[in-house]
C-alpha cells in the first residue's frame, strides 16, 4: 500500500531557529513530490520535486528529494512567526494519477 | 491569479440532513479532486475525476455521497444523510493534468462542515 510519512508530528521552535521536516515515501509509480503549507485554510503550494539532488528554493524555504533514499526535506531558516502552520507533504503517482498525503508536521514558531 | 473557487464556505448542518459543495477548478484545468481532511489529518482523497470522467472513487462513501461533474468543469459533492463523522474540511483542487502533463496541484479555500 502507498504511504507518505512525514517526521516530526509537531515542532516547537524560536524565532531565528532552522527546521528540518522530514518526508518518506513508499510507492508505486512515483512522478514528483510536493510540499504545501497550511495554516487554518486550505493548503498552499510551495514546490514541487521531480528530481534527485535538485535544490530548489524560495526565499527562507529550500527542499530536496533524494529518490534513492525515498524521502524529502524542508528546510527553513531564521523561522519566523508567520511560519507557524501544518506542512503537508504529497506524492504524485502516475498511473492512477492521485496524490498520497502525509499526516503534516505541525510548526510552531514562538516569538 | 485564477483561484479554485468553493461554496459554502461555512456550513453546518443536522445529521440525517443532505448538504451540497460546489468547486469551480482553474479555467482549463482538466483534473479535479475531491478530499476530505479531518482535523489533525493529511487530505484524504475521495474523488478524482478527468474532464467528466471519474478516474477514482475508490474512498467515497457511495451508500450517502455521491460526486458528479456533469460538463467536465465545475462539480458538486453531495451527502445524504449526513452524519456526525462527516464533520470536517471539504477541500476541492485542480491540476491541468492530462496530456499536458502538468501535475501541479492548487486548492480551493475548502468548505467546513459541522454535523450536529
Same mark, same amino acid.
Given at each position: 500500500?502507498?504511504?507518505?510519512?512525514?517526521?516530526?508530528?509537531?515542532?516547537?521552535?524560536?524565532?531565528?531557529?532552522?527546521?528540518?521536516?522530514?518526508?518518506?515515501?513508499?510507492?508505486?509509480?512515483?512522478?514528483?513530490?510536493?510540499?504545501?503549507?497550511?495554516?487554518?485554510?486550505?493548503?498552499?503550494?510551495?514546490?514541487?520535486?521531480?528530481?534527485?539532488?535538485?535544490?530548489?528554493?524560495?526565499?527562507?524555504?529550500?527542499?530536496?528529494?533524494?529518490?534513492?533514499?525515498?524521502?524529502?526535506?524542508?528546510?527553513?531558516?531564521?523561522?519566523?512567526?508567520?511560519?507557524?502552520?501544518?506542512?503537508?507533504?504529497?506524492?504524485?503517482?502516475?498511473?492512477?494519477?492521485?496524490?498520497?498525503?502525509?499526516?503534516?508536521?505541525?510548526?510552531?514558531?514562538?516569538? | 491569479?485564477?483561484?479554485?473557487?468553493?461554496?459554502?464556505?461555512?456550513?453546518?448542518?443536522?445529521?440525517?440532513?443532505?448538504?451540497?459543495?460546489?468547486?469551480?477548478?482553474?479555467?482549463?484545468?482538466? #483534473? /479535479?479532486?475531491?478530499?476530505?481532511?479531518? $482535523? !489533525?489529518?493529511?487530505?484524504?482523497? @475521495?474523488?478524482?475525476?478527468?474532464?467528466?470522467? =471519474?478516474?477514482?472513487?475508490?474512498?467515497?462513501?457511495?451508500?450517502?455521497?455521491?460526486?458528479?461533474?456533469?460538463?467536465?468543469?465545475?462539480? #458538486? /459533492?453531495?451527502?445524504?444523510?449526513?452524519? $456526525? !463523522?462527516?464533520?470536517?474540511?471539504? @477541500?476541492?483542487?485542480?491540476?491541468?493534468?492530462? =496530456?499536458?502533463?502538468?501535475?501541479?496541484?492548487?486548492?480551493?479555500?475548502?468548505?467546513?462542515?459541522?454535523?450536529?
Amino acid at each position: 500500500e502507498d504511504k507518505v510519512v512525514q517526521s516530526p508530528l509537531s515542532l516547537v521552535v524560536h524565532e531565528g531557529d532552522t527546521v528540518t521536516l522530514n518526508c518518506s515515501y513508499e510507492v508505486t509509480n512515483f512522478r514528483s513530490l510536493l510540499w504545501y503549507k497550511q495554516e487554518k485554510k486550505a493548503p498552499t503550494f510551495l514546490f514541487m520535486l521531480t528530481s534527485s539532488g535538485i535544490e530548489k528554493k524560495s526565499g527562507r524555504l529550500s527542499s530536496i528529494l533524494d529518490k534513492k533514499e525515498l524521502f524529502s526535506i524542508l528546510n527553513i531558516t531564521a523561522t519566523q512567526t508567520g511560519d507557524s502552520a501544518v506542512y503537508l507533504c504529497a506524492v504524485f503517482t502516475s498511473g492512477t494519477y492521485k496524490y498520497i498525503f502525509g499526516t503534516g508536521t505541525r510548526l510552531k514558531v514562538l516569538a | 491569479e485564477a483561484e479554485v473557487a468553493q461554496s459554502p464556505r461555512y456550513k453546518i448542518t443536522e445529521k440525517s440532513q443532505a448538504v451540497a459543495f460546489w468547486c469551480d477548478p482553474i479555467s482549463g484545468h482538466a #483534473t /479535479l479532486y475531491w478530499y476530505r481532511q479531518i $482535523l !489533525g489529518q493529511g487530505p484524504e482523497l @475521495l474523488v478524482q475525476f478527468q474532464d467528466e470522467s =471519474v478516474v477514482d472513487d475508490s474512498q467515497l462513501p457511495k451508500d450517502r455521497f455521491s460526486a458528479e461533474r456533469l460538463k467536465g468543469v465545475d462539480s #458538486t /459533492l453531495k451527502i445524504q444523510p449526513a452524519e $456526525l !463523522g462527516d464533520s470536517a474540511m471539504y @477541500l476541492c483542487a485542480s491540476s491541468l493534468g492530462g =496530456v499536458v502533463g502538468s501535475y501541479e496541484q492548487y486548492f480551493g479555500p475548502g468548505t467546513r462542515l459541522t454535523v450536529t
